[in-house]
């Protein structure tokens, strides 16, 4: 039998017949979106899943970021991280916010503090730091810039799910932390996201955004968007969410088999999330180094060669996309970690259901270059 292209992530998913009478319950009540029965227990099982208060579910994460903006009137600049998936900038851009990209932190991977003051000026409102595959950025030094310079900060926390840092949920930082539950994500509801947010108010405010801006039958607060989650999505939320402890601990195994099979692979550079961090294992980056017998892109290819298709998140940096490219920020002299860890980095594949012996192959392939 032919085997399967491998992929970098792979959703998982519940057996469907665990799923039928969920379907069945939404099927029977004909309630199928605005905030229903499923939506009202996710929120809830979200809530208690992070240790938060409050929080909104959304169709997607880009929604969610896009409106995470308007419900802290967010406008002028933003610092943000050349190094992310373009949804983040796009954000800002759809808010007419005019992104400001500051280097990132050669370990961390994520926005550097030591350089975010420097780009700082009167018109900087918020800081939007993304915690990339999962690995916390440096939360306090981020909080006290921002507390110092009167700025939001709004994490995009789209890899973040289920990381703790120092003993606590990572999306508890900043004043809003927006999730993603896209098909590729850690906890995926086909589509999804999140907005977690400090207070009432704020979910409420939240709330109505999502909704065109409902705040009752006939007021309408401002040009909200509709962004909810309907019941299909929240409804195998929940059984997802039963799951998540096992899916975890699946990746945690794979994880520690990629890492005993490559730690002596020369020219290959394992990152790590930073110390206090209890990790998802959402991606497996590597760097290969200028040491290793291959370019980056070489090595990619000799994978897909083998059907292994590994993915170079992220390259090229947002700040080098044509939308992007003319802002001041974007001047790649000004962000040379994130270029050099753009041209090596290499993310290969880890989901739940990954079988250890391809793990093993792939570990095989980027060892017997060296050889
Ligand atoms: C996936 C992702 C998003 C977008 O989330 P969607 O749910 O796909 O809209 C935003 N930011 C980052 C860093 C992501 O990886």
Not at 222 to 241: H, R, S, T, V, Y
Request: aromatic letters at 10%; glycine letters at 6%.
């Amino acid at each position: 039998m032919p085997r399967k292209p491998i992929t970098v992530t792979q959703p998982s998913l519940p057996p469907l017949e665990e799923f039928i009478p969920y379907l069945e319950e939404i099927w029977e009540s004909k309630w199928l979106t605005n905030n229903g029965p499923f939506h009202g227990q996710l929120e809830k099982a979200l809530c208690d899943y992070f240790g938060v208060e409050h929080l909104a579910l959304f169709a997607n994460g880009t929604v969610a970021l896009i409106t995470a903006l308007q419900t802290l009137r967010i406008s002028g600049e933003v610092i943000t991280t050349p190094y992310s998936f373009v949804a983040t900038s796009h954000s800002l851009l759809w808010n007419n916010i005019q992104p400001v990209f500051v280097d990132i932190d050669p370990q961390r991977m994520t926005l550097d503090p030591a350089r975010i003051e420097a780009a700082i000026t009167p018109r900087t409102m918020a800081i939007m730091p993304v915690h990339c595959y999962g690995y916390p950025c440096d939360v306090e030094r981020i909080q006290q810039i921002a507390d110092t310079y009167g700025l939001k900060v709004i994490y995009d926390a789209a890899h973040a799910f289920g990381v703790r840092y120092k003993g606590e949920s990572l999306v508890r930082h900043g004043d809003l932390s927006v999730l993603s539950f896209h098909a590729t994500k850690v906890f995926n509801t086909f589509e999804g996201g999140a907005i977690v947010c400090p207070d009432a108010k704020t979910k409420q405010r939240i709330d109505f955004l999502k909704n065109f801006g409902f705040a009752d039958e006939v007021t309408v607060m401002a040009p909200g968007i509709n962004g909810k989650m309907n019941e299909f999505q929240a409804a195998l939320g929940m059984l997802q969410l039963s799951k998540i402890g096992q899916a975890l601990e699946k990746r945690a195994v794979l994880d520690r088999r990629y890492r005993e099979g490559l730690a002596q692979v020369r020219g290959i550079t394992l990152p790590q999330a930073p110390a206090g961090t209890t990790h998802n294992h959402a991606y497996f980056p590597v760097l290969v180094e200028p040491d290793y017998p291959m370019r980056r892109d070489e090595l990619y290819a000799r994978l897909r060669k083998e059907d292994i298709f590994a993915r170079r998140y992220f390259y090229p940096l947002i700040s080098d996309l044509p939308m992007y490219r003319g802002l001041p920020s974007a001047n790649p002299a000004h962000l040379p970690v994130a270029k050099s860890v753009s041209e090596r980095i290499l993310c290969l594949p880890i989901y739940p259901d990954l079988p250890p012996d391809e793990v093993d192959r792939v570990i095989g392939i980027v060892a017997s270059a060296t050889a």
